[in-house]
């Protein structure tokens, strides 16, 4: 029975292993769904993500169903092994008395019940199998990754740790390959030289090499050939946690406070075991030189103030000026920077950007930027192309070459000296420091008020919930078995296996009862009766091999959840019931056989009866933790469902959607408060009229309302006063999803699912089967990105890995793109679209957006803090506190020389 249940767990785990990959995968799938949800409402992704995840549940239902003669092998073996025992013993045991071996039938009662005791003790491992056999698949998994020995090894502590560090970083003829596209050169013969305590900018088009030659300096990867030096040194003499202490880049930020993300950049340092007071005027002085100092003070709880999840209860500005300060907290040597203020409004990345200038004085600092501003002032500029370098020298001296450096600046420039009156600079150079007042209690605003509808949702969520009806046990149980109708087959046989199987428990007792009045007998009687209940015990092992095996099967099938089992504090509650059962009862039973009441058949039956019942009792009583998590769990998942979305599809608007031929969207005084928060109030009157065919923006520092106007314009949101329509028709009264159909999405923060790049841009089309390969190529090659899929050896067929992270930040967002363009959309929305881009890929992106604006009379709007990048559209509209301060073209807006204008010369590169 050992070997068997031993091999039959080598081949479970084996299976268990593939089938914990594609939960791995389904899971991944649904957390990336949930994170991107207006992404997956926005293009009617639903049916077909629920189609991919139900696919993963396939193929591991399928795997399971191979596990399934094993679990019941596993347990129909063991229960048929243990009565076949008892036949075996009994038989034996009745023999051995008549041939006199034995002197008395006590002998044989004691061997018996002893191995009635041992098998019930036996019967409570198989409960532990599946935890064994997943245990098993899963330490298969961890193993590999803890055998594996990595080409870099962050926890080596060999190498050097050289006590002064200048920060000269040479590049020598690097070469360089991703170990996932052996096919691809990113970096060739590349060399290179950091000086110590200067700035040097990087910039290039996506995929020159730039984020790499980043990843070899922190040794995430190692060169193919060619070499680095720090100092002179190799960096591979060069101890790894000694390298990264003195390298620093602005990585995101972690659920917690502001002192604790700060803190984290003291990890491995000689600081890093300091009082709180000590590190604390730490993170002040590092908050001070990254600007951010100021505007901490301002919060409630100052340093104490929780960032939340990914730091979304701040703005991007302040986001960027914590990394920066956990970054230079350790006082680096050499500081790395990529693309520290790409998203970020002109208010926010003035004030970032003092902060890069104040943090790289003294420092060897590298820059990464697709925003030329960023790195104007840098003292020297490298120009990389296809993982070369093509162009290097400071700003002015690029421009003298009037080569690809300029071309780039040509692409962000705004014309900002179109306005140069004398009072004009005067009265900005007087209000320079009014106006960063200004932007950051815009900033501190919009954070306090989103960290407040954050609190507010949370705490209606949890009121909601707690003044929500409860259901008992069996109404929640009863919900799920309506829902689970495919199930009801399988529950139904299981249901009939465990009334057999518990029958077997008083039928077993019985038995017992009945065979004591064998060794009344003598001779050839008391062999053929002994024989007979051997037999009447085989029958029942036989029965149980039928039941446990059936049983084995379907649970596994539907699952079972065996953690009460692993729990101690179960363990011994139901072992203290089980040993008072036990006692209580024998007790008893001699009282009444004293008395003459009860009768010795009487005896054993209610004395065996209690002793095997009592063990299924206390294996229930394993499950009343689970029970109630259960019914807790079943409760929340029903209110959840009771929750009905404001904007949905409802029997009213079914077939209303847009007409075919294209519309004006007419704004009549949208106004908008969310609803946990009625005195907050986001948008404040705003009207507007845009026409088929025009390329509308919309501007503004974080927290204006740009954002919650696309909300609106996608109906994630409705309007609280006011009307959206298009043409004659309010799009509130539209059915959602056939309004959608019209329009498309592109957020800033682009989401690709799992799967090949074609499958990710077809998710972009309702009709998938209708798409053919001629639109999506033609999708891509507006998105600038059908040069860089044409290079990959398997193209449309490459997989993006989750999230799309085997591909740069520029190449997932070019895809998004083409994934909303291939639908031809009537109305297109663009957050911060081409915030990721490379200026020559930005300059073509928009260009194809612009001219399919034109001509197919498509609605256009975009939503930019990079104001080059809108420079050419119909209308610019500019928001502040809810409102439309200011609109017209860039010309007429920068003759006013108002707010816009304002926010041009913060990103002048002249």
């Known amino acids: 029975m050992v070997v068997g249940i031993g091999f039959s767990i080598g081949v479970d785990a084996q299976i268990e292993f593939k089938i914990m990959k594609l939960y791995s995968a389904a899971n991944s799938l649904a957390e990336d769904v949930i994170g991107s949800v207006r992404n997956v409402h926005a293009f009617w992704m639903r049916p077909r993500l629920v189609q991919k995840y139900d696919n993963y549940l396939t193929q591991a239902r399928r795997l399971g169903d191979k596990k399934s003669p094993v679990w019941g092998l596993i347990y129909s073996t063991e229960f048929f092994m243990i009565f076949s025992g008892y036949a075996l013993c009994f038989w034996r045991g009745v023999h051995m008395y008549a041939d006199g071996e034995i002197k008395g039938p006590g002998t044989v009662i004691a061997v018996l019940f002893s191995i009635v005791i041992a098998a019930s003790s036996l019967t409570q491992i198989s409960p532990y199998f599946t935890a064994f056999a997943k245990a098993a698949s899963a330490a298969n998994g961890l193993f590999v990754t803890i055998d594996r020995q990595p080409l870099i090894n962050a926890l080596d502590e060999s190498g050097d740790r050289p006590e002064k560090v200048d920060g000269t970083i040479e590049l020598f003829d690097l070469s360089f390959f991703y170990p996932t596209r052996p096919d691809v050169q990113v970096l060739r013969d590349f060399t290179l030289t950091f000086p110590a305590r200067k700035t040097t900018g990087l910039v290039g088009a996506s995929g020159s090499g730039k984020s790499t030659i980043v990843g070899l300096l922190e040794r995430w990867y190692t060169p193919t050939s060619g070499s680095i030096r720090i100092d002179g040194r190799p960096i591979e003499t060069l101890n790894i946690n000694w390298l990264r202490t003195h390298i620093r880049m602005e990585p995101v930020l972690f659920n917690g406070t502001i002192f604790e993300n700060v803190c984290n950049g003291l990890t491995g340092t000689q600081w890093q075991d300091s009082p709180r007071e000590s590190k604390m005027e730490r993170v002040i002085e590092a908050c001070k030189m990254s600007n951010a100092h100021e505007f901490i003070s301002q919060l409630p709880e100052g340093y104490e103030t929780q960032v939340g999840e990914r730091a979304g209860l701040l703005s991007g500005g302040q986001k960027q000026r914590i990394a920066i300060a956990r970054a230079i907290i350790s006082d680096p040597r050499i ?90 600079e005067a009265t900005e150079t007087g209000d320079e420091g009014e106006k960063e007042d200004t932007g950051l209690k815009q900033i501190h605003t919009s954070a306090s008020h989103r960290k407040g509808v954050s609190s507010a949702v949370q705490q209606q969520e949890l009121l909601d919930y707690s003044n929500w009806k409860r259901r008992g046990i069996v109404r929640v149980v009863w919900s799920s078995l309506v829902e689970q109708k495919s199930l009801w087959t399988t529950l139904f046989l299981m249901f009939l296996m465990c009334l057999a199987g518990g029958a077997v428990y008083p039928g077993q007792a019985l038995v017992f009862a009945e065979l004591m009045n064998v060794f009344t007998y003598s001779g050839s009687k008391l062999r053929s009766k002994g024989d007979f209940f051997a037999l009447v015990f085989f029958i029942i092992a036989i029965g149980n091999l039928i039941i446990y095996f059936v049983l084995g099967w379907f649970s596994n099938t539907i699952g079972q959840e065996n953690d009460p089992f692993l729990s101690s504090r179960n363990a011994w509650s139901n072992l203290l019931i089980y040993l008072y059962l036990l006692w209580d009862s024998g007790e008893y039973g001699c009282r009444l056989l004293s008395f003459n009441e009860y009768t010795m058949r009487q005896f054993y039956i209610v004395f065996v009866g209690v002793f095997l019942s009592g063990q299924g009792a206390a294996q229930f009583f394993m499950y009343t933790s689970s029970i109630t998590k259960a019914v807790s769990a079943g409760n929340y998942m029903a209110w959840v469902r009771s929750l009905k979305p404001i904007v949905t599809e409802t029997p009213d608007n079914h077939d209303k959607g847009p007409s075919d031929s294209p519309d004006s969207m007419i704004l009549d005084n949208v106004r908008f408060t969310y609803p946990t928060r009625p005195d907050a109030k986001v948008l404040g009157g705003i009207s507007m009229t845009i026409q088929p065919g025009e390329f509308v923006a919309f501007v503004g520092s974080s927290g204006c309302g740009k954002g919650t106007m696309i909300s609106m314009l996608e109906r994630f949101n409705d309007p609280s006063s006011g009307s959206i329509n298009l043409g004659a028709q309010n799009i509130a009264l539209l059915n959602p999803r056939l309004y959608r159909g019209h329009t498309a999405l592109v957020q800033q923060e682009p989401t690709l699912y799992q799967g090949t790049i074609r499958e990710n841009i077809s998710l972009g089309f309702e009709n998938a089967e209708a798409l053919t390969d001629d639109m999506i190529i033609n999708a891509c090659k507006q998105a600038n990105i059908y040069r860089f899929i044409e290079s990959l050896p398997e193209g449309l067929n490459t997989q993006c890995g989750s999230r799309g992270l085997s591909l740069s930040g520029g190449q997932r967002q070019r895809i998004a793109i083409a994934r909303a363009l291939v639908r031809n959309p009537d109305i297109l929305f663009l957050d911060e679209a081409t915030s990721a881009l490379d200026t020559e890929s930005e300059k073509i992106v928009q260009e194809a957006l612009a001219e399919a604006a034109a001509c197919g009379k498509r609605i256009t709007i975009a939503v930019a803090h990079r104001l080059s990048t809108i420079k050419d559209t119909n209308c610019i509209f500019v928001f502040l506190g809810g409102r439309i301060v200011e609109s017209g073209t860039h010309a007429s807006l920068m003759q006013k020389g108002g707010i816009y204008y304002q926010m041009c010369q913060a990103q002048s590169l002249d």
């Open 335 to 424: 500081l790395l920077l990529d693309e520290a203020t790409s998203a970020l409004d002109p208010t926010s990345e003035g004030l970032v950007q003092k902060a890069l200038d104040q943090a790289s004085v003294g420092r060897t600092t590298i820059v990464i930027a697709h925003k030329l501003a960023t790195i104007k002032n840098a003292d020297n500029i490298v120009v990389m192309s296809k993982g070369e370098v093509c162009e290097s020298g400071t700003h002015s001296q690029l421009l003298g070459m009037n080569g690809a450096y300029a071309r780039l600046v040509k692409a962000q420039d705004l014309e900002s000296n179109q306005k140069q009156h004398s009072d004009t």
